[in-house]
């Protein structure tokens, strides 16, 4: 019998003899302190590829009073995931809340790919830093308008912060603007990273 059949079928044999009644005292329940609580949850995505699981999801690790001083607004969660053989990625995209140049829009990639990976592929466009003491690869990429990307070392891997900035005018902002602020959003995430 199947795991979810099994559980149905305990279910309506319990759900029998509690309506047929019996002469046996009703169960005790688990007071509070002996209750124990679990901290660990299944993987939103995984893979076969036998590399780490990824114990970060942006949707759910990143406190909403976090990205509230981050300026993101916490309703706009929009959760993806990219699953594939050899790696994955698991994200979350949120809007700006204020900005002086427009709109931003942040999307946040943990991967279970390791961060020299990520310099072997995107080096051209990396240039080695640290957030908060943790390496990282500031990712500024000329033909990606108004966009800069600074992706984090994780215990399982990497998260890729890349915000993207829309200006009330659709300009192109001047390259210099492009990161300018992601490095401070991205120090008030990086404590959350490793649970």
Known sequence: MGGWKRVAGSIALIAATTAC?????????????????????????VDESG???????????????VLVDARYDPKSKHATQ????????????????TSDSGDDRLSVL???????????????????????GRDALLQLDPHNKNTCAITLRADFGIVIFSRTRFPDDARKLPL??????LEKAVALFEPHLDR
């Open 21 to 45: 009644g019996t002469d046996a005292p009703p169960e005790e329940q688990p007071s509070a302190a002996e209750t124990i609580t679990s901290t660990t949850r299944t993987p939103r995505v």
């Open 51 to 65: 590399r780490p699981a990824i114990t970060f999801d942006p949707c759910l690790d990143i406190p909403d009073d």
């Open 82 to 97: 990219h699953p594939m053989e050899s790696y994955s990625f698991l994200g979350c995209r949120f809007k700006g809340t």
């Open 110 to 132: 943990a991967g279970n790919v390791t961060l020299e990976e990520e310099w072997d592929k995107n080096g051209h466009i990396s240039s080695h830093t640290s957030v908060s």
């Open 176 to 181: 210099d603007e492009w990161c300018a602020g």
